[in-house]
């Protein structure tokens, strides 16, 4: 199968995360896709996918002292396949793993997907489990392949008996349903500063796996950043690549995921996405111990976000409980115009940055989009000359670039005036406009 037939946009959806951590569970997850079924399909979210630790029935006991609980047990079937646990997720009771969840899911018309570690489990080739080819557990681990911060896993050898492990546990998440795999510790293995593509093998046996199983499934890659001059493995094998490590709401972390775009915005394609990371906004924490927080963004800075996101052309994934969406935080998510900006036919380009803004167009080559930022701690005039607005259109396929007099802002729905092709204009500390030619 082709895999970028796979994800045609840039994937829109929820993930556990932010939220719940390795607390999540199957009433949660329910009604996370019952609100997103109900109230966001329409523009365009559609993945429900269930992060971290589904697998280790004591996940967030300990949350104190540890994230991931070291070398604790693990639910795995007869074939070292990870299982959900069932006292968090019931339904997969008797053997049935995630197959009821993600029927569910799929009958309110939305996709389901779930985050995997990279590798074995070391519990599995520590006992000498048998895997569904035959091969010992132990014989298929690489005990000098580890992740650095989570206890669960050894590397998966590069033989053929590695890839028929692989090619298992895609054979079960397609028997399941899933649509969606977002793989960790393997986008850069940190923990090898020395060798930090480490893993190449893996996220090509993971992709030769989703093609044998018949079931297009996404594949994400995590954690960041992606290194650039592996970009073309990226794009041969992913369709999404993490181009930071985990993203939170703070400033100096938004500010910086200009220049992770500037370095990435040629890579942006129909079924290639670098991945900004989710969305912090809401609520956030409540499985990280204590009550949780709200969002640490200014509502300008959420706008901000929303729009580099969004030109950028990166995935799109919420990481708050969406019950708990106050009106405005809503509204944030579900503005369709800001949304449209986010079509791979639409090539992006940073016209400009420096410590105090920055400016981007995206266009197919028809139309176009400009967006401006005040990167300052204050307020302050942002402008972007006619001629850089022509050049950076021309240089993205635009054939006789003509700017518009006017335009319309995306988030206030008011109309911006151009002065002789120029753009100028007042920004808020850490603000944005949107705008598209009327």
Known sequence: MDKNTFALRAPRGWNSYDYYDTTVDEKAVRANAEYMAKHMKEGGWEYIVIDIEWFAPGAGKRRSEFQYIPFDALVMDKYARLQPDPARFPSSKGGKGFAPLAKYIHSLGLKFGIHIMRGIPREAAHRHIPTLSGVDAAEIANPSSICGWNPDMYGVKDTPAGQAYYDSLMELYAQWGVDFIKCDDICNTNIYPHNPYSAKHEIEMLAKAIDKCGRPIVLSLSPGPALIEQAWHYEKYANMWRITDDFWDRWDLLKDMFRRCEIWQNHVSVGNYPDCDMLPVGELGKGFGGDGWHTRFTQDEQRTMLTLWNIFGAPLMIGTDLTTLDKWTFDLLNNAEILAMNDPAFRPLQLFRT????????????????????????????????????????????????????????WTEKT????????????????????KPQ
Request: glycine share 8%; aromatic share 8%; proline share 3%.
């Open 355 to 410: 410590d105090d803004a920055a400016a981007w167009i995206s266009t197919d080559g028809k139309d176009y989009y400009v967006a401006l930022f005040n990167l300052s701690d204050k307020k302050a005039k942002v402008s972007v000359s006619a001629e850089e607005l022509l050049s950076g259109l021309w240089a993205k396929g635009m054939k006789e670039p003509t700017l518009s007099g006017s335009y319309l802002s995306l």
């Open 416 to 435: 911006v005036e151009a002065k002789d092709g120029a753009l100028s204009i007042s920004l808020p500390a850490h603000g944005t406009v949107a705008l």
